[in-house]
Nanobody
Framework: QVQLVESGGGLVPAGGSLRLSCAAPGLTFRMYHLGWFRQAPGKEREFVAA????????AYADSVKGRFTISRDNAKNTVSLQMNSLKPEDTAAYYC???????????????WGQGTQVTVSS
């Protein structure tokens, strides 16, 4: 059974940084595109960032471009999201996800984690 496990969430003041990590021990990691999504209370889940299998192509939502960086380590089966210059509107539950095929920005990924909460105080 495939499990994605996020970590690194927390409470941070506006302007601060956090680094989220996602481990996938049961996944043949290098065969999957990996993405981060978020969902704030009362809102739909939205795409944040994604990285292709090889790691040489990434995509970002306009709202986080220039502030967030996604990276993956296929040897360690992990994907990370470095979040800088955080804003209160970044507050949400963040989910990592994996998919074999399909667009990186689509939200119909094959596997999902349980989520980690990020709260940015103003």
């Amino acid at each position: 059974q495939v499990q994605l496990v996020e970590s690194g969430g927390g409470l941070v003041p506006a302007g601060g940084s956090l680094r989220l990590s996602c481990a996938a021990p049961g996944l043949t990691f290098r065969m999957y595109h990996l993405g981060w999504f978020r969902q704030a209370p009362g809102k739909e889940r939205e795409f944040v960032a994604a990285v292709m299998r090889s790691g040489d192509s990434t995509a970002y939502a306009d709202s986080v471009k220039g502030r967030f960086t996604i990276s993956r380590d296929n040897a360690k089966n992990t994907v990370s999201l470095q979040m800088n210059s955080l804003k209160p509107e970044d507050t949400a539950a963040y989910y990592c996800a994996a998919r074999r095929f399909g667009p990186m920005r689509g939200n119909d990924y094959d596997y999902w984690g349980q989520g980690t909460q990020v709260t940015v105080s103003s």
